[in-house]
């Protein structure tokens, strides 16, 4: 017994020994290694000793170079609680500004520069020629932080029209990729299909598992988020979320309300009936009598709620709705008590038919009615790229965007819609990054798309949405010009190769003269599709010389009556790619692959994340082709540009790619 409590104890001398081996493998760039001896360095040393600060330290400079920017922020701050020395704390302070730049926090970003510019400064024991190198790298920094910053939204570029409503405009020459918006949600509410993979709180993947100290349905990440869930809306929720799962995204209102807590609430009501301001008219909505934009409370119910646009029974429906969930209030003791734990009791005998309502109780009603009301319109899916095996033959897996759970962003929220945006979200978390995906200039205004895109729907579908969902019709450039999406389903002219315009009975060119019955290129089409169907049966059942010539032959007969960027014609030739790949024939694939990608390019648009991952099959085509490796590296190099864009750098299929680039490059020594 005596021996077993002298096992595995801290050892200084071992935590010393993984950092220097770790150490060895940070110069050799061989991050990953040197990830697991950094961590093991931190399991040895003693708790709040010199030791674990060097050790967080160094673990979080591997971080920083694996573009883990939130767990390098994590372990500097666990360095300097653990003595780090500090003479050297300026390189923590300048990788805490990077990471807060990658991540789109430009104004802490500054704060951390500011910070490690000063201790540069004053920092004795640098010498002088690395002191003039680090603050040359200090002012770029800063430079760059302070661009970023005069893109991001403030409420100088917030601007009011009478038809449009708030609208966000640029200030400055904003170029594309450009971070504008990084924004935590008011309320977020994880939908209960990914409970078990997510979660409850910051909505983030779980690695870590915290279950709820009441209830065996919800997950955390961590203490902090168990915490902050149960404080703020879960000690309400918990005995209740079967009813939560049954009315949708109306939970999402019953959220904003808890998150924004009575108390607040009863103010906020009295602040608004005792101000002139607050009653005018033609007040902009989210803006304070001081003329700021409110980013908490207001700003959420200033949102539009199309109230007299709403059907009459769905408005009875949410207005059900929202007395059930001030029901909820009422029997879990919310309403009675204005801070503090409300207790939790499985006591549910009390007649709900008896309850009554205060005035105060009301007006919590009405408020949960009209968030319900703006959701339909205001809501914003938080999305993840999700990845499924399609078929053991399948080249690539096939990716989808997933909606993971629905949250309020209000900032975001003022953008209005276009069918080509000027912007693309990506999510950390349940943090929303708004990047623009295109450059905007100076009093150019700023769109969102809500859905129907130019890309991926026809112009009567797009106009239909909108005008169900969200109550106008759509007016932007791409629904005032002609359908572009009608090419990827035309015919070709047989005598100049232009797209035909077909109506019931003919075919005709706007390029030149052609005009023909349509019974002639309906009839091929047929063909060509039944010969498709006669080439995938071959390639599920493996015969792939069978699938190649059923292919071929299809791809001969489009080619006589199909417009070179049809959508039929894109997959057959990605059909044959295929088969030529699973035959180990990679540079018989490629032209064919080429030309797909090419089509699906210009089909979903050249930021699009599927043509992200036709670009990502490409790239590996080209890897194991011969003579293909410079295209490959150029391939690659989009590809990764358009998943950063969508999806950060810490996107797996960027991490894949990068690993792709080096072996390409290590390729092309030999060659």
């Known amino acids: 017994m005596e021996s077993c409590e002298k096992l595995h104890l801290k050892s200084p001398e071992k935590s010393t020994q993984h950092r220097n081996y770790g150490n060895k493998l940070f110069q050799e760039k061989k991050y990953k290694d040197a990830l697991e001896f950094y961590t093991q360095s931190v399991m040895e040393a003693p708790d709040k000793t010199r030791d674990l600060g060097l050790a967080y330290g160094n673990h979080s400079a591997v971080c920083f170079y694996l573009k883990l920017y939130q767990e390098t922020i994590e372990s500097i701050k666990l360095a300097f609680d653990n003595q780090y020395p500090e003479p050297t704390s300026y390189k923590l302070y300048l990788r805490w500004a990077h990471c807060l730049y ?20 004053e920092n004795k024991e640098i010498e002088e020629k690395r002191k003039v190198k680090l603050l040359e790298e200090i002012k770029l920094l800063d430079e760059n932080i302070a661009k970023n910053r005069s893109y991001e939204t403030t409420e100088d570029n917030k601007e009011f029209h009478k038809d449009r409503g708030r609208y966000l405009q640029a200030t400055c020459k904003i170029p594309a990729g450009s971070v504008i918006i990084a924004e935590k949600p008011f309320a977020t509410v994880l939908l209960p299909d990914h409970y078990q993979t997510h979660c409850h709180h910051c909505i983030g993947q779980l690695t870590a598992v915290v279950p709820c100290r009441r209830c065996s349905t919800v997950l955390y990440c961590s203490e902090t988020c168990r915490q902050q869930s149960w404080s703020i809306y879960h000690q309400i929720e918990c005995q209740y979320l079967d009813i939560c799962h049954s009315i949708g995204i109306a939970h999402l209102s019953l959220r904003i309300v808890l998150t924004a807590g009575l108390q607040h609430l ?107 009301e703006q959701l339909v319109c205001n809501a914003h899916a938080i999305t993840e790229l999700q990845v499924t095996q399609t078929s053991d033959t399948s080249l690539v897996d096939s990716k989808s965007q997933e909606r993971v759970a629905t949250a309020i962003y209000p900032t975001t929220s003022l953008l209005n819609h276009s069918c080509d945006p000027s912007i693309i979200p990506g999510f950390d978390k349940d943090k929303l990054v708004v990047r623009v995906i295109k450059d905007v200039e100076a009093g150019e205004e700023i769109f969102n798309c809500y859905g129907p895109h130019h890309k991926r729907m026809s112009k009567m579908e797009r106009q239909q949405a909108l005008k169900t969902q969200y109550f106008f019709t759509c007016q932007c450039p791409s629904c005032q010009l002609y359908d572009e999406q009608d090419i990827f389903t035309s015919y070709c002219c047989p005598l100049c190769k232009a797209a035909l315009k077909e109506n019931e009975t003919t075919c005709s060119c706007t390029a030149c003269d052609f005009t023909d019955h349509v019974t002639m290129f309906l009839t091929n089409e047929n063909t060509a599709k039944n010969m498709f169907i006669d080439g995938l049966k071959c390639l599920q059942i493996q015969d792939i010389e069978g699938a190649i010539q059923n292919f071929t032959n299809c791809l001969n007969v489009q080619l006589k009556v199909l417009y070179k960027h049809h959508k039929s014609l894109a997959e057959t030739k990605d059909c044959l790619a295929q088969c030529y790949a699973l035959s180990k024939k990679y540079n018989k694939a490629i032209p064919y692959l080429r030309d797909s990608v090419c089509t699906l390019g210009k089909l979903y648009g050249d930021t699009s994340i599927e043509y992200a991952n036709e670009l990502h099959k490409f790239a590996g085509v080209l890897y194991y082709a011969e003579g293909f490796l410079e295209e490959g590296l150029a391939v690659i190099d989009k590809a990764v540009q358009i998943f950063t864009l969508h999806c950060g750098n810490k996107y797996e299929l960027v991490q894949e790619l990068e690993e792709m680039k080096i072996c390409m490059l290590d390729k092309l020594k030999i060659e």
């Open 102 to 121: 990658h991540t789109g926090d430009m104004q802490q970003a500054s704060k951390k520069v500011n910070t490690a510019k000063k201790e540069v400064f």
């Open 266 to 372: 009863l103010d906020f009501r009295d602040k608004m009936s005792a101000s002139e301001f607050y009653q005018k008219e033609d007040r902009i909505g989210g803006v304070t009598e001081e003329g700021t934009y409110d980013k908490t409370y207001l700003s959420v119910y200033d949102l539009m709620t199309h109230a007299l646009d709403i059907e009459t029974a769905d408005s009875f429906q949410y207005t059900l709705t929202a007395l059930l969930l001030l029901t909820i209030l009422k029997k879990s003791g919310w309403l009675e008590k204005k801070s503090g734990d409300v207790k939790i009791t499985n006591d549910n005998t009390e007649d709900i038919t008896k309850l009554q309502f205060s005035q105060d109780d009301l007006y919590i009603g009405g408020l949960l009615l009209r968030h319900i």
